[in-house]
């Protein structure tokens, strides 16, 4: 599950980690209300208004504005919200914003420079350890850092039995050449972060700038965060910070009926039992001249009903000009199946304009087979692979 930057920094806020301060706000006058707060809690009579959506980038896109009183908060607030902000991580067409956080100016003059770091924290699936990632080159796209300057970017891998020690604190400090009182409080800003990291079950903490401002503090300008799903249940109150507005629409009726569904770009519906033959069935799309529209697997008991709610989330999508069912039957018989698709068929009326490609394979599949054939439907059906291949590209040409 992703999360928003001001979601992202209350969770880093509640494990100790010191944050760029801010308050969320749904339009303009929440957000003068909250530049007040601002000023109250932290003195700062600057402000920056950032977009809040589902992706990195904003300052480039014209997201992250800086106002110098409250009438530019106002007025900044009003341009942003309602706004539709493109960056290079958003869809081509952008995605729409209906907040911003008001946050308080931590690039304020003083005694020193600031300086701005890349700090991330996630798991290497490879070594089986979790891993700080950490740059001198904050602010900044850090693929592009990676390619161009490999060498200022360090990693610090964490053994799981006894977690970040101390040691390895002070050499992030180290390598990004602080000293004095911002060596001190990047000690324990990695060693928060880090514990944030575990406890709040995440797979990625990416705080992109960290800064050192100028008078030697660290902190969190941005935050990335993105939460292991699979240990929800273990963290309620983080559940509530789902923002299904920024989620794609089919997914989140997916989910909630139950279906295993990622939308796609393509051009043809597919219905699967089984991650993996569903992977194989979107390569026999692309080989037949197709393109997949989703990823869906409806999982051991494919009858009637979830093979009715399967065709109509698939035909939410206007792209797609034809519908593959690909079910292998082993401990869920193919007649049954069929029997499913049929009914559903039936149930659905004149919903389904496009045509269908059904191949049953397995227990009872020539059953299966004569069922659909003769249901009088206009579905066409196979129980070779490579026949329906064949199939598909003959509804497609
Ligand atoms: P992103 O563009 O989506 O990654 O959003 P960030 O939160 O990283 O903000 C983008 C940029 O805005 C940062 O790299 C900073 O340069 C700038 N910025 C963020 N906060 C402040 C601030 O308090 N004052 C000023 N002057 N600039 C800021
Ligand atoms: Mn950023």
């Given at each position: 599950?992703?999360?928003?930057?001001?979601?992202?920094k209350?969770?880093l806020?509640?494990?100790?980690?010191?944050v760029?301060?801010?308050?969320?706000?749904n339009?303009?006058?929440?957000?003068?209300?909250?530049?007040?707060?601002?000023?109250?809690e932290?003195?700062?009579s600057?402000?920056v208004?950032?977009?809040?959506?589902?992706?990195?980038?904003?300052g480039?896109?014209?997201?992250?504005?800086?106002?110098?009183n409250?009438?530019e908060?106002?007025?900044?607030?009003?341009?942003?919200?309602?706004?539709?902000?493109?960056?290079?991580?958003?869809?081509?067409h952008?995605k729409?914003?209906?907040?911003?956080?008001?946050?308080e100016d931590?690039?304020y003059?003083?005694e020193?420079?600031?300086?701005?770091?890349?700090?991330?924290?996630?798991l290497?699936r490879?070594k089986?350890r979790?891993?700080?990632?950490y740059?001198?080159e904050?602010?900044?796209?850090?693929e592009?850092?990676?390619e161009?300057t490999?060498?200022?970017?360090f990693?610090?891998?964490?053994?799981p039995?006894?977690?970040?020690l101390?040691f390895?604190?002070?050499?992030v400090?180290?390598?990004?050449?602080?000293?004095?009182?911002a060596?001190?409080?990047?000690i324990?800003?990695?060693?928060s972060?880090?514990k944030a990291?575990?406890?709040?079950?995440?797979?990625?903490?990416?705080?992109n700038?960290?800064l050192?401002?100028?008078?030697?503090?660290?902190?969190?300008?941005d935050a990335k965060?993105?939460?292991?799903?699979n240990?929800?249940y273990?963290?309620r109150?983080?559940?509530d910070m789902?923002?299904l507005?920024?989620?794609?629409?089919?997914?989140?009726?997916?989910?909630?009926v139950?279906?295993n569904?990622v939308?796609?770009?393509g051009?043809v519906?597919?219905?699967v039992n089984?991650?993996?033959?569903?992977?194989?069935?979107?390569d026999?799309?692309k080989?037949a001249?197709?393109?997949?529209?989703n990823f869906?697997?409806?999982?051991?008991?494919?009858?009637?009903?979830?093979?009715?709610?399967?065709f109509?989330?698939?035909l939410?999508?206007?792209?797609?000009k034809?519908?593959?069912v690909n079910?292998f039957?082993?401990?869920?018989?193919?007649?049954?199946?069929?029997q499913?698709?049929v009914?559903?068929?039936?149930?659905?009326?004149?919903?389904?304009?496009?045509?269908?490609?059904v191949?049953?394979?397995?227990?009872?599949?020539?059953?299966?087979k004569?069922?659909i054939d003769?249901?009088?439907l206009?579905?066409?059906?196979?129980?070779q692979?490579?026949?329906?291949?064949?199939?598909?590209?003959?509804?497609?040409?």
């Amino acid at each position: 599950m992703n999360l928003h930057e001001y979601q992202g920094k209350e969770i880093l806020a509640g494990f100790g980690v010191r944050v760029q301060r801010g308050i969320v706000a749904n339009n303009a006058q929440e957000a003068v209300d909250a530049a007040k707060q601002m000023t109250a809690e932290t003195g700062t009579s600057w402000y920056v208004i950032k977009a809040q959506i589902h992706a990195g980038g904003r300052g480039k896109g014209g997201g992250v504005k800086l106002a110098k009183n409250l009438k530019e908060v106002e007025t900044i607030a009003e341009q942003i919200i309602g706004m539709n902000l493109i960056t290079p991580q958003t869809p081509p067409h952008g995605k729409k914003v209906h907040k911003v956080l008001i946050a308080e100016d931590v690039y304020y003059p003083g005694e020193s420079e600031t300086s701005e770091f890349y700090m991330s924290v996630l798991l290497n699936r490879a070594k089986g350890r979790n891993m700080i990632m950490y740059s001198t080159e904050g602010g900044m796209d850090i693929e592009a850092v990676a390619e161009k300057t490999p060498h200022l970017i360090f990693t610090e891998e964490i053994d799981p039995t006894v977690g970040l020690l101390p040691f390895q604190a002070r050499r992030v400090a180290f390598n990004l050449g602080l000293d004095g009182n911002a060596f001190k409080e990047m000690i324990k800003f990695v060693t928060s972060l880090y514990k944030a990291y575990v406890n709040a079950d995440a797979s990625l903490f990416e705080i992109n700038p960290v800064l050192k401002t100028s008078d030697d503090k660290i902190l969190a300008v941005d935050a990335k965060v993105v939460l292991d799903d699979n240990a929800l249940y273990r963290h309620r109150d983080y559940v509530d910070m789902r923002d299904l507005l920024e989620e794609n629409p089919i997914e989140v009726e997916a989910k909630a009926v139950g279906l295993n569904y990622v939308d796609l770009d393509g051009n043809v519906g597919c219905m699967v039992n089984g991650a993996g033959l569903a992977m194989a069935t979107m390569d026999l799309i692309k080989q037949a001249g197709g393109e997949p529209a989703n990823f869906l697997d409806v999982g051991g008991t494919a009858d009637a009903k979830r093979v009715e709610a399967a065709f109509r989330l698939i035909l939410k999508d206007p792209n797609v000009k034809a519908i593959l069912v690909n079910i292998f039957g082993g401990i869920v018989r193919c007649d049954r199946v069929a029997q499913g698709i049929v009914d559903a068929y039936k149930n659905m009326g004149d919903a389904i304009k496009i045509p269908i490609i059904v191949r049953l394979q397995g227990t009872n599949a020539d059953i299966a087979k004569e069922l659909i054939d003769n249901s009088g439907l206009a579905v066409h059906s196979a129980i070779q692979f490579q026949e329906a291949a064949d199939k598909v590209q003959a509804v497609l040409a």
